[in-house]
């Protein structure tokens, strides 16, 4: 009996001609994976890679008002536990995206696993805010630090579109959305049996393990010749790198979300909020022409061309937005104006998750069937519904009419979309840019989401000294849901203008396929709709 690891011919390099129809609309096993039970295991870690940020951030949203209690913490220090990771996860996955690229996406990636448990044991001792709000931000980075390495390996792996593709990549998706649970499910359970910090402990040690299988399990797929000397890449390293566009995008954004987070409390008229407001956009507005120059840039101009991949983003980005900010004001309501405790926190949360899973295979199998940008409409009214049901709800509403339906339908938005996207963008850049792909997209989605988050901090706070804020105190949390109303609502301005139809066919190989399988379109700047995508797919 043959090993079920090896049962690919053609991932072996193989004459692929020889496999079925049905085989080849599936795809066979990348020849970098040495077994299937490898390619699992890779593809497990590079979901745990995009998970990484968002589990942290759920292990600490339902813990928020515990350690703001124990800390003695504002409320403004309160949401720089969560807009700090974010945040610095945005900053930094462009430059290290690149990094990843020029110096090793297995070694960043596995260094990036290892300090994220190191960082995480560290924020178990916090003493005081700064310390908490810090250390968060410096696990943003280690947590962008594998994103873009997970990408760039699955997107050269996977090379051309086909079924077992598409389940990659939703598996990858799931991640995201999915981390945020599970992250809250387990810190529940940590603090429900010991404190709050032996939830941060938990973390250290998960991710400690996470390192150890990584170390074995990660295939060496990197952007330049393995045989390229170390001291060569290095010189080719601080040659190339953006690093000017890299402090433009860390100060810009960090300046930016500050403004807006600290501007309703210390007053939008205060001299140093007007400076950090001018001086963040002014940063931003630098770094797209410094861009357009730099002959290695971190965003590529060119991606931009393509009106597919600006729209599809424009359309995703507002919807997570609003995702992202609901999940920490839904947790903190249910602990401050609810009193539930974090494991009870956690436990109503987990429809959530389970949802994520059947939506994650659901998209897998229906991305090669149903029009893609159909799906992204789905998602955005399904983000608005969620957030609408949030914004109805009182203190004492019933949880399975309000929350439990708000939690199924918000992941179908953050499931269908992130699906959508990110196999668009992975297909919008050549393999040796792969994780940069990965690192733009992940930017600008971390970005909006510390963006999204100190939007709605900034209104929670301006309602909560109104005195009908007083006479009820679930105002401020309703305001705060309604600002994720309006930005999934803006999806549907760019939505009109995505031309996406189906996407992660295997490519024809035979006329006994043709029946079953149908060309992508793939994104390499095409001039008009797919037309273009699909004729270049059909000539490789």
Not at 102 to 109: D, E, P, T, Y
Request: glycine share 8%; aromatic share 12%.
């Amino acid at each position: 009996m043959g090993d079920p690891g090896n049962d690919h011919e053609a991932a072996s390099g193989g004459d692929s001609s020889s496999s079925t129809p049905q085989q080849r609309a599936f795809g066979v096993r990348p020849a970098v994976f040495k077994s299937t039970w490898q390619e699992v295991a890779f593809v497990f870690q590079a979901t745990n890679a995009t998970a990484t940020s968002s589990f942290f951030q759920g292990a600490s949203a339902i813990i928020t008002a515990s350690i703001g209690r124990d800390l003695g913490m504002t409320q403004g220090e309160i949401t720089w536990i969560t807009a700090s990771t974010a945040l610095t996860a945005g900053a930094f996955q462009l430059g290290l995206g690149q990094m990843a690229d020029l110096l090793g996406r297995r070694a960043v990636f596995i260094v990036g696993m290892a300090s994220f448990s190191a960082f995480a044991l560290l924020v178990a001792f916090a003493q005081d805010p700064y310390w908490m709000d810090i250390v968060c931000g410096i696990l943003g980075v280690s947590s962008a630090m594998v994103v873009p390495p997970a990408i760039g390996i699955m997107g050269a792996a996977y090379d051309k579109p086909s079924k077992r593709k598409n389940l990659a990549f939703s598996a990858f998706s799931a991640g995201n959305p999915l981390g945020f649970v599970f992250g809250s499910i387990l810190s529940g359970i940590a603090t429900r049996i010991f404190n709050w910090r032996a939830a941060y402990i938990l973390i250290a040690i998960l991710w400690a393990l996470f390192t150890v299988v990584a170390i074995f399990t990660i295939p060496k797929v990197e952007a330049y010749p393995l045989d390229q000397p170390f001291k060569e890449r290095l010189k080719t390293f601080f040659k190339t790198f953006d690093s000017v566009g890299t402090v433009m995008t860390i100060f810009g954004t960090g300046l930016l979300t500050a403004a807006i987070t600290l501007g309703p409390t210390d007053g939008w008229r205060a001299a140093h909020i007007i400076a950090m407001l001018i001086l963040g956009i002014l940063l931003l507005i630098l770094f797209v022409f410094w861009e357009r120059v730099y002959p290695t840039p971190l965003m590529p101009p060119h991606i931009w061309k393509d009106w597919n991949f600006t729209f599809i983003i424009l359309a995703s980005l507002p919807g997570y937005m609003g995702f992202f900010s609901s999940q920490f004001w839904l947790a903190f309501f249910m602990q401050e104006l609810q009193k539930l405790s974090p494991l009870t926190v956690a436990i109503r949360l987990i429809p959530q998750a389970v949802a994520g899973l059947v939506y994650n295979i659901i998209a897998g199998s229906v991305l090669h069937r149903i029009n893609n940008t159909l799906l992204l409409a789905a998602g955005s009214i399904a983000y608005i519904a969620s957030n609408a049901l949030l914004a109805l709800m009182r203190p004492d509403s019933l949880y399975w009419a309000f929350v439990f339906p708000s939690l199924i339908l918000s992941v179908v938005g953050a499931d269908f979309q992130f699906n959508v996207a990110n196999m668009y963008v992975m297909q919008s850049l050549p393999s040796h840019q792969q994780a940069l792909a990965g690192g733009i997209f992940n930017t600008i989605f971390r970005l909006g989401a510390a963006v999204a988050l100190g939007i709605s901090t900034a209104v929670f706070t301006s309602a909560q000294g109104t005195p009908e804020a007083l006479a009820d105190p679930m105002v401020p949390y309703k305001k705060a849901f309604q600002v994720s109303i309006g930005l999934s609502a803006v999806s549907f301005l760019f939505l009109p203008f995505v031309r996406l139809g189906t996407q992660g066919h295997a490519a024809q190989e035979s006329d006994d396929a043709k029946s079953d399988v149908v060309v992508a379109p793939v994104a390499a700047a095409p001039t008009s709709a797919t037309d273009s995508s699909v004729e270049k797919e059909g000539k490789s």
